[in-house]
C-alpha cells in the first residue's frame, strides 16, 4: 500500500488496526497528530533547522515561529558566537553587573523570547540557526519531508498512540520497537548527511 499522501497513510493505519468502525476512523487523524508531536520532541534532522536574521536592539526578542531548539546564535556583523546560558547564569549576569549595556555576549531562552546580556546599546544585526517543527499534515498540507522519507516512522508512530484509545492492543510492543527504530533511523541520517557517518570530534583547546 502506497505511503505518500495523508490520505494513504490514514486508509494504511485503518489497514493495520483492522478496524472500520466510523469512531475509529475518525480518531486516526488525532493518532496521527500525537505522533507529529512526538516526533516534533525525538527527532533533529537537518531538514528542521531553519536560518533567521533579525535586529536585537532590546533585552527581549520573540524566537522564530516554529521553534523547538537553537543550533547556534550569532552576531551578523563578525559572526561571533552568543553563547548560551541558563535563565538562571544569564540573570546573575546581569545582577552582578548592574544590568550593563554592550554587545550581546550571551543569551537565553525564557517564555518564548531570547534574552540577550548585555542589554544592546544599539541595534545588531544577529542570525539565529534552530531546529523547527516539521509541518503537520492535513487535508491542506498532504505530504512533509518526514512522510516522503521516513513514511515508517508516521505509521508506527500512530499505530502505539492508538492503543490507549483501542485499550490494549497486543500489537503495541512490536510498534513500539519499530517506531523507535524509526526514529533512530531519522537521527543516524541526519549524523551521516552532516558528518559523514564519522561521528561528531571533540575538539580539545590547548593553552
Known sequence: MALSTYSELKTSIAGWLNREDADTIAAIPDFIKIAETDMNRKVRHWRMEQRSTAPVNSRYTLVPPGFLEAVRFHLDVDERPVELLTPLALQQRRLENSDTQGR????????????????????????????????????????????????????????????????????????????????????????????????????????
Open 104 to 207: 550581546p555576549q550571551f543569551y537565553a531562552i525564557i517564555a518564548g523570547q531570547i534574552e540577550v546580556w548585555p542589554t544592546p546599546d544599539s541595534s545588531y544585526l544577529t542570525e539565529l540557526y534552530y531546529y523547527s517543527s516539521t509541518a503537520s499534515l492535513g487535508d491542506d498540507n498532504t505530504s512533509n519531508w518526514i512522510l516522503e522519507h521516513f513514511p515508517d516512522a508516521y505509521l508506527y508512530g500512530a499505530l502505539i498512540h492508538s492503543a490507549p484509545y483501542l485499550v490494549d492492543d497486543a500489537r503495541t510492543t512490536l510498534w513500539a520497537s519499530l517506531y523507535q527504530s524509526a526514529i533512530d533511523g531519522i537521527n543516524a541520517d541526519n549524523d551521516k548527511a552532516k558528518y559523514g557517518g564519522s561521528g561528531l570530534r571533540i575538539q580539545v583547546n590547548t593553552y
